[in-house]
């Protein structure tokens, strides 16, 4: 069973908090990479193969993080809609053909290779 102090701090509201300026937190976060990648120069230039490594581990997280400041990643999954909007569209169509199987069948075979001819 968790102590009090602990369940003060998961159970009851905490204060918000403060405000971050995103304008700051990115010029911020620029200013760190262009810190991380003269320490990469400098450890490229003295053969520092453990100083690069670093190097290169903070460069990729800082790019995470400004790829996420500017909206370009996100965490969260993404459903593509039309495509399961297709699928439906798709199962529709071959069930409605079900008592024409000569058109059923071109209908299949059209739709296997659909999308590996853009032209068509």
């Known amino acids: 069973m968790p102590s009090m102090p ?7 509201p905490q204060p918000a908090p403060p405000s971050v300026d995103a304008d700051s937190v990115l010029a911020q976060v620029r200013a760190l990479q262009q810190k991380t990648l003269e320490i990469l120069a400098e450890a490229d230039r003295t053969k520092d193969l453990h100083t690069a490594t670093l190097a290169i581990g903070q460069d990729r997280g800082n790019l995470e993080l400004l790829g996420r400041l500017a909206g370009e990643l996100r965490d969260s999954p993404q459903v593509n809609i039309f495509m399961l909007g297709w699928q439906v569209v798709q199962a529709k169509i071959v069930a409605a053909l079900e008592r024409h199987p000569k058109a059923r069948d071109e ?4 739709l296997e290779t659909f999308g590996d001819d853009p032209a068509h």
């Open 6 to 12: 602990r369940l003060k701090r998961t159970l009851l």
């Open 107 to 110: 209908v299949l075979r059209v």
